[in-house]
Nanobody
Framework: VQLQASGGGLVQAGGSLRLSCVVSGFPFRTYSIGWFRQAPGKEREGVSCIGSAGIRTYYADSVKGRFTISRDNAKNTAYLQIDNLRPEDTAVYYC????????????????WGQGTLVTVSS
């Protein structure tokens, strides 16, 4: 099983990025997938998750209205569109699957991607 996250970078506050997570090795369309982040000196936290059909989506309160999760099951890829970035969004972002997906965002996925760094300058 492999999850390959990409799309991070250095961006000014207010800017946007789109993260991608390409998954291989298991039936992607069958499972929920989530995005997590770990800021310097902090614990990893759940940011968002999406159900297998792409209908159910959940977000952490800190990102609601700015982050949009989506998936393309034909491409085995999940996305995280990040808009109106803030310096406090600076973190390594990870995708993970499979996992239960609900509003708690507290579940640990079986497999993790390697992470992609998002740095937001003020």
């Amino acid at each position: 099983v492999q999850l390959q996250a990409s799309g991070g970078g250095l961006v000014q506050a207010g800017g946007s990025l789109r993260l991608s997570c390409v998954v291989s090795g298991f039936p992607f369309r069958t499972y929920s997938i989530g995005w997590f982040r770990q800021a310097p000196g902090k614990e990893r936290e759940g940011v968002s998750c999406i159900g297998s059909a792409g209908i159910r989506t959940y977000y952490a309160d800190s990102v609601k209205g700015r982050f949009t999760i989506s998936r393309d099951n034909a491409k085995n890829t999940a996305y995280l569109q990040i808009d109106n970035l803030r310096p406090e969004d600076t973190a390594v972002y990870y995708c993970g699957a499979p996992l239960p997906c609900d509003s708690t965002l507290e579940y640990t996925p079986e497999h993790w991607g390697q992470g992609t760094l998002v740095t937001v300058s003020s």
